[in-house]
């Protein structure tokens, strides 16, 4: 037999069981509170004085909030989808990805088509209406921003992204 089974052994043999009334004493025992009070909280669903009304109701709400509210928080999905092209002369270049604020900058999600005779890729894309960040990710290596945009922006990691504001000219 193992030390550690013979300490075990031990232990286990030298624990005693709590008297019958020791719950009821120690209750009992504590200042400010009967015995009777106690029990009525214990057997009872709702707490005592109406002290749960402010938590349920900030419960309440919050569920509310919750399973009504999160809706209002995503894009509709009658909002109008734009086409946008996208073009990056890169001659040699074996893949080019588009990567962006639309797409959760998701590599392999949009790949550009081509190249054709020229070096031109291209891809039509729809683009929800809004304030865009994108960049083009050459052979899964290079990072180049839209060299025909007018508007860029540090990213924060050392690269520039490119922006575009989307805007559906057809009135509903």
Known sequence: MKEEDKILERISNHRTKAPEDFSDRVM??????????????ESGFWPMHGRWITP?????????????GLGRFERPAEAGQVTFHFELHAPGADRVELLGTFNEW??????????????HWTA?????????????????ERWIADPRAATHRPDGFGRVNTVIKVYDDDPV
Do not use: Q
């Not at 309440?60 to 009504?68: C, G, K, P, Y």
């Not at 998701?106 to 070096?119: C, E, H, M």
């Open 106 to 119: 998701k590599s392999g999600d949009i790949v550009l088509n081509g190249p054709d005779a020229s070096g």
């Open 124 to 140: 039509e894309v729809g683009l929800p209406e809004g304030r865009h960040e994108y960049i083009f990710l050459v052979d899964g």
């Open 28 to 41: 009992e025992a504590l200042p400010g509170r009967s015995r009777v009070v106690l029990r009525n909280r």
């Open 56 to 68: 349920a109701l900030a419960g309440a709400v919050a569920m509310w909030l919750i399973v009504f």
